[in-house]
């Protein structure tokens, strides 16, 4: 079986937007994990001629109560079922505590973790993305998901820890 990257963090930060880059042109494979539900939806990728599964995550209201609990669930399942975490956050808004819920889980969850710097669209935003050394969890690898900027880089970094 290939490898599953599982991609989570908090609603909005870009996380489908994320996936559909590193699937770059390739139709997207959709397919159903057993016992799961459409709250993860799973595509075959590859990247330097190696396969592995990403694993997009969401399927919550942003409004809803209750929001930090929510996402803190969605996370520990989809951790659970993941060789690797691609950990998103927005570096244009910084760390709130719905992320930090998702910190928790990845920590108690052992896997390795690549953390993700989103909306880093040009070089000046890069300053924002120097907090989340804070973290933890590791060099914030800055992208920009919307505009491709960073996403080999951070492919590379994925496939080193998957
Ligand atoms: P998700 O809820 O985490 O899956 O986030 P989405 O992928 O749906 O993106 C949420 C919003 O953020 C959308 O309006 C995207 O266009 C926007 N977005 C995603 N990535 C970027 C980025 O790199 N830069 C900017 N400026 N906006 C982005
Ligand atoms: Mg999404």
């Known amino acids: 079986p290939v490898p599953v990257l599982a991609v989570v963090g908090r609603p909005n930060v870009g996380k489908s937007t994320l996936v559909n880059r590193i699937l770059g042109r390739r139709e997207a494979v959709v397919q159903d994990i057993p016992g799961v539900t459409r709250d993860r939806v799973?595509?075959?990728?590859?990247?330097?001629?190696?396969?592995?599964?990403?694993?997009?995550?969401g399927g919550w209201d942003p409004d809803a109560r209750g929001l930090a609990e929510r996402i803190k669930a969605q996370a520990e399942i989809a951790v659970g079922l993941a060789d690797a975490v691609l950990f998103v956050v927005d570096a244009s808004i910084g760390i709130t505590d719905a992320d930090e819920a998702v910190v928790r889980v990845l920590r108690k969850s052992g896997k390795p973790v690549v953390l993700t710097a989103n909306k880093v669209d040009d070089e000046r935003a890069e300053i924002e993305a120097y907090g989340l050394w804070n973290l933890g969890l590791g060099e914030p690898h800055v992208v920009s998901a919307l505009h491709g900027r960073g996403s080999g880089d951070l492919l590379d970094a994925v496939l080193e820890v998957l």
């Open 42 to 57: 799973s595509y075959d990728a590859e990247w330097n001629g190696r396969a592995f599964t990403v694993v997009d995550t």
